[in-house]
């Protein structure tokens, strides 16, 4: 018999992802910011899509995006802070659209599946070329969720175990196995068993740690002691999987990276990084893992595709190109010409105008800025990031750290109608990522607005 999801109809669902899209606030955001032919095509999309947490009922209506902007059907601009990190390079970057339409113009944009076209071999060699050292075998897949479920089975193949550690509040993906190794209930609650063998630990928040240790060494100590009582008591363990910073963002150190593969080595586990999100540059560097060390699978997506087509995959290495008897991806677009054409331009502009480093020095100027703010504002309780992955946990009580989510959400909705756009994560935590085209000058202009907002709503100004 179906279950009555009327029932849960008054609950608030998690906010680990995002600002959830039930809230009182949101529809005051839509009586107040939605009319006319907007609110048509609102209703109509509201009408025709499934609803679900997070996404349906929408937030508002689109009809362009370029750089690190976004335009709605009204010709209000926003700049973005969130762009769901497809946006690395800027919406629709000219050098990225020109070589979609070239590709389409020459007349190979499928590819079926037992071909290969030049500019798949030319995305692979690529990869191999700069991601970190040793990582040369490559293998594309649609999206994200799909690379994750990838790493997974290659793991167990090469392995030949299948249980997993991986951290909770983690998000790796919607699918069974993706969400099977996420942290996170709100993807998986409800549906019943997903993969068997995924343990999952504490990431080292230095702010957030339930011990209350002040000192990192402390935190990393602790979590690294989660990860190898796992390992000692479950044997079979195929693999221990994270992003080498997290979606927060939470940075860890090198010192608990490195204890980490130094276990992993000792009990014959592969160490799995999931950079969809903080790959190609957000963090100041090519790859996040650059700041740390090279895992056995590294797992891209998002801005792999320039931010126009799907695309994700992963990387390894060429001891682990062992399983000519299996398939372990064997999508349809895996050898897609389309999507190589614009990955390999996206990956072009990366390089020729320096994005790693204006992500750097952007993000430092942020920071700066930032933690400054930190010392006017009481909500603020802590500022993390590294390049243009910045988060801001908001708080009611510095001493006890409890959350401020209504205010978290009251801010992004007063940012919102002034122009600047960014997505909440943890119910509390103001995430800003833009695209990496983003100007000084438009950064500070989005720090000034997010200045004011915070300041509203510490002197009682709600939503």
Known sequence: MAIDRQAGRGVRPAAEQGDVNTTE????????????????????????????????????????????????????????????????????????????????????SFCPR???????????????EITPGGLSRSLFCPSGSDAIEMALKLARYVTGRFKTISYWDSFHGAGFGAAGVGGEEHFHGGLGPLVPGAFHVEFPNYYRNPWRFTREEDVDAECLRQIELVLRREPEMAAVIGE??????????????????ELCVRYGALLIFDEVIEGFGRTGRMFASEHFLTPDILVLGKSLGGGIVPLAGIVTQEKYNCCPDRS??????????????????EIAVIEQEDLCGRAANLGAHALERLRAM???????????????HIGIDLVRDRQTKERAPREAEAIMFKCLERGLAFKTIDGNIITLRPALVITREELDWALDILDEAIGEVEAGAGY
């Open 25 to 108: 606030a949101r529809q005051r955001y839509w009586e107040r910011n939605l009319a006319g032919e907007a609110r048509m095509w609102f209703d109509e999309d509201s009408r025709y899509f499934l609803h679900q947490s997070l996404s349906t009922p929408v937030l508002n209506v689109l009809a362009r995006a370029e750089g690190a902007w976004l335009e709605d059907l009204d010709g209000k601009r926003y700049l973005d802070m969130h762009g769901n990190g497809v946006h690395n390079a800027g919406f629709n970057h000219p050098a990225v659209v020109g070589a979609v339409k070239e590709q389409l113009d020459q007349g190979l």
């Open 114 to 128: 037992r071909y290969t076209n030049l500019p798949m071999v030319r995305l692979a060699k690529k990869l191999a």
């Open 244 to 261: 080498p910073i997290s979606a927060n963002p939470v940075v860890p150190s090198r010192r608990y990276w490195e204890g980490v593969r």
């Open 328 to 345: 372990v991806g064997h999508y349809t677009h895996e050898k897609n010409a389309l999507s190589a054409a614009a990955a390999l331009a």
């Open 374 to 388: 930190a010392g006017r504002h009481p909500l603020i309780g802590s500022v993390t990031g590294i390049g243009l």
